[in-house]
């Protein structure tokens, strides 16, 4: 009886340690929109967007996808969603407050994310 006890709650440990690192539907869902969001800022013409701005979306794509791939999200899924956005979206000028949203989003999602997304963005010359 001992036994079968230590055995379920060893197995129950280990299950909750294994979850603990992967994102949930929602969240992976929510990062693939926000991956749309940047990816479509980035090729906004520009004239309409500030410089800033594109280099950080375009820095982000890259991190997001970075951050996706290491949870697993193949690249059609990630691609097939990231296009129903930008498809959504096409035409349209920046979102400033969907910005603001993913970008608190991502930064809470990813762990160092800010800087790292900072940091990038200042080797990307988009002149």
């Not at 520009?46 to 697993?72: C, Q």
């Not at 991502?106 to 080797?123: A, V």
Request: aromatic fraction near 8%; proline fraction near 2%.
């Amino acid at each position: 009886m001992k036994f079968k006890f230590i055995l379920i709650v060893t197995l129950l440990f280990m299950g909750s340690a294994i979850a603990a690192g992967h994102i949930t539907k929602a969240q992976k869902e929510k990062t693939i929109e926000c991956l749309g969001h940047y990816s479509a800022t980035a090729v906004l013409p520009a004239d309409t967007i500030e410089v800033k701005n594109m280099e950080l979306a375009l820095a982000s794509v890259k991190v997001i996808r970075e951050y996706l791939s290491s949870e697993g999200v193949k690249d059609d899924e990630m691609n097939k969603g990231m296009n129903a956005y930008v498809d959504k979206v096409y035409g349209k000028p920046f979102d400033k407050a969907k910005n603001g949203e993913c970008n608190k989003f991502i930064y809470k999602q990813i762990k160092g994310s800010e800087k790292k997304i900072e940091k990038l963005s200042r080797t990307i010359y988009a002149g």
